[in-house]
């Protein structure tokens, strides 16, 4: 479907198709027909956000150029300003969050002195339905010929565009539709608004990022419409994600545009409307059983510490008193993966953290160090102030060891992580010095007795010491003998302390990640741990057996499905049991010596 998709986008890129499409969009706002006015309408509309949205890079540049040359760009945003027209403005919203969802804001700017395709026409704005319409001719075609040999133009078209349709056309679209938002029903409404706080959240990072806040009394008013959906919609019996999720990225974006603004007292009536939510439902927020809500809540609470500046005006945070709000992020945090945790929001959480005075025995947890590991590119000071305390609180290695050991709560790959981090080895020196004098044996021994306690385990102690047992010639294939061993034992190789346990011993990883021993030493640390194991002797048969298969001069291929009988009978498996390879063992071939 993907492939068909693509193809239908890359056929349709052709000037005249797109100019032929918004005819048929004119005529329908016209009125020029009737009985179907309003479905042939609306599916041209769609039409035109789904062409966009196809995913292709083959047709993207030429589809976006199709969009401003036939005339359709300007009759979006025409439509957006008309408040006549408001019965399309959904319409028109979902097509301008296809244009943009992924495009980042400062990849925006970019020089415009270089416009081949004069692309900057598209900054004024069109006043009439006859401002749109452009007549197909050949000279299209060579636009979009320059369009393919010109690779990036197309984005000095979303520049312009965007410039224009912020400055004329998103207040007026953001204002209809915050007034038909409650006429929407179910999850739909949620969706709108999602979609509206992208907008919103959008427009604000442009103009900071390409107007420098040069119209921010404009940005003001639609934040306002933002923020009026979020305290309209927040737990009303309906539960959307994606709503959620919308929100606490425009409180982000909000709170990062007042704290890099140079002009910051014209948001503070905005400023004073967030803190009246704040109050009537952070403490609700913070304390959810919903994720999403709780994301939301520290985003609400990040967003209050960003703008308030003065550090004596107190009346800000008032609505995080008694919260208990380092409790409920670290919360968040073990419910969430780090990897699923965006650096923004990273940001966030260390930011309402340092506020809040957390305290180090409070962060030294395996979740919230997990996210400092994963996040360690975040320029924040809260990580590094925690692992210099952690740091300090230790007289020497070994102490510092043994203090990370208990922060990771036994996951071995957080330990080596934090070892790293650290600059330490996650060997114990007493460990290194047995090992040096030629004890490394019973160091190992000692460091994993659970591991050998484990009664889960025994089938894959058994797997290694029929190895340690093997003649030499079996020995000599070691590099594969991972690779051949039984599903139920590849899946125990997964076990981080199985891992770390076939670290010590010595086996090595080959370039494809698998595990394999080419050393003999290994197979003699190996026969010496499962020596003194009761419960892993091997018999005499298995040993032949796999001393047998070492042997390939006198392999012989067996015959499997056709031709093997059906009726064999139990004595029969008896007499030729299987061995823990899963493979039928046969009697042992006579060699002569």
């Not at 803190?275 to 999403?292: C, G, P």
Request: net charge neutral; with cysteine.
């Amino acid at each position: 479907m993907d492939k068909h998709q693509e193809n239908f986008k890359r056929y349709f890129a052709r000037a005249v198709y797109w100019v032929r499409v918004r005819e048929q969009i004119e005529k329908g706002l016209n009125r020029e027909f009737t009985k179907t006015l309003k479905d042939v309408t609306g599916y041209s509309f769609n039409l035109v956000r789904n062409l966009i949205d196809i995913e292709s890079e083959a047709a993207y540049e030429r589809t976006l150029c199709c969009f401003a040359d036939s005339g359709i760009a300007k009759l979006i945003q025409f439509v957006g300003i008309e408040e006549q027209l408001n019965i399309w403005h959904l319409h028109v919203t979902e097509i301008i969050y296809s244009l943009y969802k992924d495009i980042m804001q400062e990849s925006l700017v970019v020089d415009t002195s270089m416009d081949p395709l004069s692309f900057k026409e598209y900054i004024e704005a069109p006043k009439t339905l006859k401002d749109c319409s452009i007549d197909y001719s050949p000279a299209m075609d060579h636009r979009l010929s320059l369009c393919d040999q010109m690779s990036g133009t197309t984005k000095l078209f979303l520049r312009f565009y965007m410039e224009s349709f912020y400055a004329s056309t998103a207040e007026q679209l953001l204002s209809s539709l915050r007034k038909k938002i409650h006429s929407v029903s179910g999850k739909l409404k949620h969706s709108v608004a999602g979609m509206c706080l992208w907008f919103i959240k959008f427009l604000g990072v442009f103009e900071l990022e390409l107007k420098e806040l040069n119209t921010v009394e404009r940005l003001v008013k639609i934040n306002q419409i933002g923020l009026d959906l979020v305290d309209s919609l927040i737990r009303n019996g309906e539960n959307n994600e994606d709503f959620l999720n919308q929100a606490s990225h425009f409180f982000l974006a909000f709170g990062n545009m007042v704290r890099k603004s140079e002009i910051a007292t014209v948001f503070t009536d905005f400023n004073l409307k967030v803190q009246a939510i704040a109050n009537a439902k952070l403490r609700i927020l913070i304390n959810s059983q919903n994720a999403k809500e709780q994301k939301l809540g520290i985003a609400m609470c990040a967003s209050l510490i960003m703008t308030t500046r003065n550090e004596d005006d107190k009346s800000g945070m008032s609505a995080l008193e008694d919260t208990k709000i380092i409790k409920s992020v670290l919360t968040f945090i073990e419910r969430e993966h780090p990897a699923k945790i965006d650096d923004a929001f990273v940001v966030a959480i260390y930011d309402v953290l340092q506020k809040f005075d957390a305290t180090v025995e409070e962060l030294a947890t395996a979740p919230f160090m997990k996210l400092v590991l994963l996040k360690s590119e975040l320029s924040h000071p809260l990580p590094s102030k925690i692992c210099r305390v952690i740091n300090e609180s230790t007289s020497n290695e070994d102490e510092l060891r043994e203090k990370l050991q208990k922060l990771s709560a036994g996951d071995a790959e957080l330990l080596r992580e934090l070892c790293a981090l650290f600059s330490i080895s996650n060997e114990p020196a007493a460990k290194k010095r047995a090992m040096e004098s030629g004890n490394e044996t019973q160091v190992i021994n000692e460091q994993y007795q659970s591991l050998f306690n484990d009664k889960s385990k025994i089938a894959f102690f058994k797997w290694l010491r029929e190895i340690a047992l093997a003649p030499s010639s079996l020995k000599s294939t070691a590099l594969l003998i991972f690779e051949k061993a039984p599903a139920h034992i590849r899946e125990m190789l997964d076990d981080p302390l199985i891992q770390d346990f076939l670290s010590d011993l010595g086996c090595l990883r080959n370039h494809s990640g698998k595990w394999h021993s080419p050393k003999e030493s290994v197979i003699d640390k190996i026969r010496s741990l499962t020596d003194s194991m009761i419960f892993v002797s091997c018999a005499n048969d298995t040993i032949t057996a796999l001393s047998a298969r070492s042997l390939k001069s006198e392999k012989k291929k067996k015959k499997r499905g056709i031709g093997k009988k059906k009726n064999d009978s139990a004595e029969s498996k008896l007499k030729n049991p299987t061995s823990i390879f899963g493979v039928t063992r046969g009697p042992p071939p006579q060699v002569s010596l």
